[in-house]
């Protein structure tokens, strides 16, 4: 696993805004990227100006047929770039409403009597599925995640699944552990059992850090929040099969077929999301000769792996004459030191520090990361590792080694 060479990286990170620099506080290294991540320069530019445009999808005049043309080619590049050539693509007010929506119809509209989804996953799809369940008159069930891993496997939903059962999440990556999930394997390991199963997943962890392969997931829902994908807040972005698109769901009366979108949507939303779809692709022509779209997305979400793995290989290991995070004196990493399924985050614990005071001194030396704490968020990974809060440190792959090196100096200092 390699890092961008230092030509490419820096031309990665003069496409976003901020990159160095916060607005407010001066220079800074960002690993926040959990919490958000940085806004691409196109997208800034991309939004200002869709604010402007007076008109609205649907009417009959160049200015809508034009926002009309440019949300059906978004749509079809989302779904290139995620790789599925069936269903639909559309946004909603963020990546949590969506996935709720999603839940909601599928747990009043499909046939049998369990929901089944795990502990590891965030509280969008947890909390989702034990209300709609409980609505639909459903039993909730959720399988107990590997507390030490970080993670939940094929095997343990094998174990939970049942041919009752009706409607499945799966968390692709936790903002916690961060740590990915088998998607693959664990839909195919419901899919043995329950067939007929509506398969959704949360899919905005992951998002920023690797490849979307609908095709290969055997699934019915995948949900991003663009926020968390170079773009900007404000909205969300669901794809779903075609058997899911059919299920009732809101929509108006005598409306047109198959529409899950609910009112004017923005079309700043889609244009900034393409902006994403081209950067990606723009990426992975810098690693392939290929002129393919897929092909420069497989490159891309390769090259963005690789590098992440570099960067958290020096983060916990070391980089120069700097100790990493698993040689210093009491630090525990969440999910283990050596995880192969971890993505672009490391989260910590430090003995006889509180994390609010590490997060708090880290900051103040220019290092942006953040608290999580044992609540209504994170409580379902920290509380049974006995922990009351955590430092969460996410980083993207416009991030450096030399800002790895930065964050190392300053632990270094608090852990001595």
Not at 282 to 295: F, I, V
């Amino acid at each position: 696993m390699t890092e961008f060479a230092p030509a490419l990286l820096a031309e990665i990170r003069s496409r976003f805004a901020h990159v160095d620099s916060c607005p407010e506080q001066g220079p800074r290294v960002f690993f926040e990227n959990a919490g958000g991540a940085l806004t691409l320069n196109s997208v800034v530019e991309t939004a200002a100006h869709y604010a402007a445009i007076p008109d609205n999808q649907g009417r009959d005049n160049v200015g809508s047929h034009a926002l009309t043309a440019l949300i059906a080619n978004t749509k079809r590049a989302i779904k290139e770039m995620m790789n599925a050539p069936d269903g639909q693509v559309f946004v909603g007010e963020s990546g949590t409403e969506l996935l709720f929506r999603l839940i909601m119809n599928a747990c009043l509209g499909a046939d049998g009597g369990t929901v089944l989804g795990s502990t590891v996953e965030h509280p969008a799809t947890r909390s989702a599925c034990a209300r709609w369940a409980g609505v639909a008159g459903k039993t909730h069930v959720l399988i107990e995640h590997d507390h030490a891993a970080g993670l939940v496997t094929a095997d343990q939903y094998a174990a939970q699944v049942t041919p009752d059962t009706a409607v499945a999440t799966i968390l692709h990556t936790s903002p916690v552990t961060g740590m990915g999930m088998d998607v693959p394997a664990i839909a195919a390991a419901i899919r043995a059992v329950a067939p007929d199963c509506f398969i959704i997943v949360d899919g905005i962890q992951h998002a920023a850090h690797g490849l979307i392969d609908i095709a290969s997931y055997g699934i019915d829902g995948y949900v991003i929040s663009p926020y968390k994908m170079f773009s900007r807040h404000g909205y969300g972005i669901a794809w779903i099969s075609d058997r899911l698109a059919a299920l009732p769901h809101d929509s108006l009366l005598d409306g047109p077929e198959g529409v899950w979108e609910l009112g004017t949507r923005d079309t700043g939303a889609y244009a900034t999301m393409l902006n994403v779809v081209e950067y990606l692709e723009w990426l992975g022509a810098q690693h392939t000769d290929s002129p393919d779209k897929r092909t420069r997305f497989l490159a891309a979400g390769a090259a963005i792996h690789a590098h992440e793995h570099a960067l958290t290989d020096a983060m916990i290991h070391g980089t120069g004459n700097l100790p990493g995070l698993a040689e210093m004196p009491g630090v525990t990493i969440i999910g283990g030191v050596d995880n192969p399924a971890r993505e672009g985050l490391v989260s910590l614990t430090v003995a006889g520090q509180d994390a609010a005071d590490i997060v708090a001194k880290l900051n103040a030396e220019g290092i942006r990361t953040h608290l999580r704490k044992a609540d209504h968020y994170s409580g379902n990974i920290l509380t049974p590792l006995g922990e009351p809060g955590c430092v969460r440190v996410s980083l993207c792959h416009y991030n450096s080694v030399t800002e790895v090196a930065a964050f190392l100096a300053v632990m270094k200092d608090l852990t001595a």
